[in-house]
């Protein structure tokens, strides 16, 4: 996880409001991906992006969620008119390629969203 | 889609102890990593080990790619290494990197 910097670290979010999370990836990685984690469970992959397109968004949730990777700055996970079942730790994670043909992929420390 | 299962669920070791940690995986992959999300939740980053033996100090990882599993060793635990431990794998029929995660190994080393 050398480099990846995500923020806000931790961030509380009343029923309705947005939340966004931001992602630095490894200085000259160009591929993003997020994943979340709920409580008690494992990471679960959401969305792939890479400068300025999403590559794979299988795993994000049909409403509410989106993410993005402008060409300059950092890439952003937004969810609008959060809910309690949106509470979970959301993890970024980069790599310098396409994550196949052996390249490690590095994690940042995770934002934690919590909704009351 | 591709399974990861990891086993035990749970261990509790004494200081100094051994363990083997296992992860099994149904289908071929090009990316395997193993994982240790410490009780603070921070995700670290062990071992990239698609196939063959690494060494990392106390840990070590060995991933048999033909048989479709990896094992995580670690020797003379210290409870520093409390924590859950995920492997996860990219498989062959993907396009990127999408990981995906076994539901870990919960590890507690009593002093």
């Known amino acids: 996880n050398a480099g990846v910097m995500q923020n806000p670290r931790h961030l509380v979010r009343r029923r309705g409001q947005e939340a966004r999370l931001r992602c630095s990836p490894v200085k000259g990685h160009s591929h993003v991906y997020w994943y979340r984690q709920l409580p008690e469970e494992g990471l679960k992959f959401m969305v792939y992006l890479q400068k300025e397109n999403i590559i794979d968004e299988s795993g994000m949730p049909k409403e509410r969620f989106s993410a993005e990777f402008p060409k300059e700055g950092p890439s952003i996970l937004r969810i609008q008119q959060v809910v309690r079942g949106d509470s979970a730790a959301y993890f970024c994670?980069?790599?310098?390629?396409?994550?196949?043909?052996?390249?490690?992929?590095?994690f940042g420390e995770g934002s934690w969203l919590t909704v009351v | 889609g591709i399974q990861v299962e990891q086993s035990p669920p749970d261990l509790i070791l004494q200081e100094g102890a051994n363990s083997t940690l296992r992860c099994n995986f149904s289908d071929s992959v090009n990316n395997l990593q193993w994982f240790h999300q410490n009780p603070w939740g921070q995700l670290i980053n062990l071992f990239y080990?698609?196939?063959g033996t690494k060494q990392n100090g106390r840990l070590s990882a060995t991933t048999v790619a033909t048989e479709r599993y990896s094992l995580l060793y670690i020797s003379s635990s210290q409870t520093t290494d409390s924590g859950v431990y995920f492997c996860?794998?990219?498989?062959?029929?993907?396009?990127?990197?999408?990981?995906?995660f076994g539901q870990g190994t919960e590890l507690s080393v009593k002093p």
């Open positions: 994670a980069s790599s310098p390629r396409q994550g196949a043909n052996g390249n490690t992929i590095y």
């Open positions: 080990i698609p196939s």
């Open positions: 996860a794998v990219d498989p062959l029929y993907n396009q990127g990197g999408k990981l995906i």
